[in-house]
C-alpha cells in the first residue's frame, strides 16, 4: 500500500505529509555538520524544514524545495527539487545554494551531497524537542539567532500551558490511527502511533494517555482484534495522510463502526482529523497539540492562557 503521512517523521512525518511512512521506520540518525553563518540560498529537502523556514521569517532564502513542500501556499513558487527520497541533485547543484537543511533521516542521500561539495545543516523532527531546537538552530545559522529563540520560546510556552491545564484532568485512553485503508467498510493493517516520541509526547500534553503501551515500537500494525483488546476511550483517524481526493469524513468513520463493541466507538468519540498539518512535525505542531486538547478535554479551552 503506497500509503502517505507526514513525520512525523515526524519523520513523523516524517516525515509526513505526503511522505510513504514504511521508509521511515528504520532510517538511522546521523551526525549534524557544524556550518558558518549568514547563508544566502537555502535548499530545504523536507515539508517540515520548509514550514520552519517560512515560520521564522527567512523564506526569502529558499530558493529549491521539494515537491511535497505544499504549505505554506507561497511554496508552491519555489524551484522544486525532486522528493524526500529521491533528491534530485542536477536541479539543486543549478540553483547554487550555499546551504542544504536536511532532517536525520536523509542519511541515504548524505553522500550525495557531501560528494558534490554541498554544505549541509541536518535537523532532528522526530519529537518535538528537536522541532523546537530546529527553529533555534536554523535561525542561528542564518545570522537570525534572537528572532529563532523567541519563536522557539513562544511555541515552548504554548506547549507548558496545555500541559498546565490538562493536569490533574482524568487521562482517556487515545488511539492515533496514522495509516490505514479507508473507505473499506472494515479495518486492515491500521497503522498506530507507538512509543514515537512525537505523536505519543503530543498525547501526553493534550491530557490522554497512549492506548499502546507493549515494546518500543514507533507504528505498530494493529488487527481489528487487536484495537477491540486495547478498547481506546478515544480514536483519532489522521486521514490528512491518506488520497483526500475523494474522502467524505462519513466514508471513513463508517470504517469503525466494524468494532461497534470498542468504547471510543459507543461513545462516539471517533475523530476524522483532517487537518493538513497533522502529520507535518513542524512548527504548527502546537495547533494539532491544541486541537487534541480540545477534543480529549472539551472542558477546557485548549488554546486560552
Given amino acids: 500500500m503506497a500509503s502517505k503521512i507526514v513525520l512525523i517523521a515526524f519523520s513523523l512525518l516524517v516525515f509526513f505529509a505526503s511522505i510513504s ?41 529558499l530558493v529549491g524545495v521539494t515537491r511535497y513542500c505544499k504549505y505554506p501556499p507561497a511554496a508552491a513558487n519555489i524551484p522544486k527539487v525532486g522528493g524526500f527520497l529521491d533528491p534530485n541533485f542536477e536541479a539543486i547543484v543549478a540553483l547554487k545554494p550555499d546551504l542544504v537543511i536536511l532532517l536525520e533521516e536523509h542519511q541515504r542521500s548524505l553522500p550525495g551531497f557531501q560528494k558534490l561539495g554541498l554544505k549541509t545543516h541536518i535537523v532532528c523532527h522526530k519529537n518535538i524537542k528537536g522541532i523546537i531546537d530546529s527553529m533555534r538552530s536554523i535561525a ?5 539567532e534572537d528572532k529563532g529563540k523567541k519563536i522557539a520560546d513562544k511555541i515552548q510556552s504554548r506547549l507548558d500551558r496545555i500541559r498546565e491545564k490538562t493536569a490533574g484532568t482524568k487521562r482517556p485512553r487515545i488511539m492515533i490511527a496514522v495509516d490505514r485503508i479507508p473507505g473499506t467498510g472494515g479495518l486492515v493493517d491500521v497503522y498506530i502511533a507507538g ?10 500534553l493534550a491530557g490522554g494517555e497512549n492506548v499502546y503501551h507493549q515494546g518500543s515500537v514507533r507504528y505498530p500494525v494493529v488487527s481489528a482484534e487487536g484495537i477491540m483488546h486495547m478498547n481506546p476511550d478515544v480514536i483519532i483517524d489522521l486521514v490528512s495522510g491518506l488520497n483526500q481526493e475523494h474522502f467524505r469524513v462519513a466514508d471513513t468513520l463508517s470504517d469503525w463502526h466494524f468494532i461497534g463493541d470498542v468504547e471510543a466507538v459507543k461513545q462516539r468519540r471517533v475523530y476524522a482529523f483532517d487537518r493538513d498539518y497533522a502529520t507535518v512535525p513542524g512548527p504548527r505542531i502546537i495547533q494539532i497539540v491544541e486541537d487534541l486538547a480540545r477534543l480529549l478535554h472539551p472542558e477546557i479551552d485548549g488554546n486560552g492562557p
Avoid: W
Avoid at 23 to 50: C, D, W, Y
Avoid at 140 to 144: Q, S, V
Avoid at 195 to 204: L, S
Fill in 21 to 61: 511512512i514504511r521508509e521511515k521506520l528504520n532510517q538511522a540518525p546521523v551526525e549534524a555538520h557544524s556550518q558558518q553563518q549568514g547563508f544566502q540560498r537555502i535548499v530545504s529537502m523536507a515539508p517540515s524544514i520548509t514550514e520552519t523556514i517560512y515560520a521564522l521569517g527567512l523564506e526569502d532564502l
Fill in 140 to 144: 542561528r545559522i542564518c545570522g537570525e
Fill in 195 to 204: 512509543r514515537d516520541g512525537f505523536f505519543d509526547k503530543m498525547i501526553e
